[in-house]
């Protein structure tokens, strides 16, 4: 079974902090995605990652970059932290585009 | 370019009673079509695809390409059924495959 773990449930910032978020997967598989789940917005593409040191912007990119410097490991950074970024963040991977993606528990992010 | 449109944000259905979450998608190719499910405090889960043709949990979905619907039906809600519903298209655009999600349709089963 596939395992997409991200390092934190809840985390709490502030205001022009540099936030890290982490997300790591067990599968190998090739690609892998950062969301932002917002109510009545669904799910929204920041980045994804098709392959190591490999990025692309998703539909939402301003304030955000990612990094991805191995193959299970896939990095959002939250270059400087502003209130509108509070929302939850889903991590997930696939092994291919149409293929099923498999999603972490997801970091629910509030910047104060 | 490819969208997803579920119609209904809300759906409130009695245990029971039949169940249809409505989907419909624009894209000019074949699409592959998912449902995913986010049960309470669970982590998002695919439920099913089109091209399985399976039926998981009860729930069927099938794809109909004149109207481009991919609707989620399911004969007889359980109260278990209640949770957020995320309809998606995979595809390609511009020479690079995409997944595209629509807002979702949260679903209450009521006793």
């Known amino acids: 079974d596939v395992k997409v773990t991200q390092s934190s449930r809840y985390l709490v910032k502030r205001t022009g902090e540099k936030v890290f978020l982490e997300c790591v997967q067990d599968m190998d598989h090739e690609n892998m995605f950062w969301y932002r789940q917002d109510p009545g917005l669904g799910l929204r593409l920041i980045y994804f990652s098709y392959d190591v040191k490999m990025k692309e912007k998703g539909d939402i990119p301003e304030g955000y970059s990612v990094s991805r410097e191995k193959k299970e490991r896939f990095s959002l950074i939250l270059e400087s932290a502003s209130t509108n970024q509070t929302s939850m963040y889903l991590c997930a991977t696939a092994w291919a585009f149409n293929q099923p993606q498999h999603f972490g528990d997801g970091t629910r992010l509030s910047i104060l | 370019a490819q969208r997803v449109t579920q119609p209904e944000k809300l759906l409130s259905v009695f245990k029971g009673a039949p169940v249809e979450l409505k989907c419909n998608y624009s894209?000019?190719?074949?699409?592959?079509l998912f449902w995913y499910v986010q049960y309470s405090r669970q982590r998002l889960q695919l439920l099913l695809r089109?091209?399985s043709r399976e039926s998981i949990k009860g729930f069927t979905a099938d794809l109909n390409k004149g109207e481009t619907s991919f609707h989620l039906k399911k004969p007889f809600a359980q109260e278990e059924d209640s949770a957020m519903y995320y309809c998606a298209l995979s595809g390609e655009q511009g020479g690079s495959e995409k997944l595209v999600f629509g807002k979702g349709t949260k679903l209450t089963v009521n006793p």
């Open positions: 089109h091209i």
């Open positions: 894209y000019s190719g074949s699409p592959e």
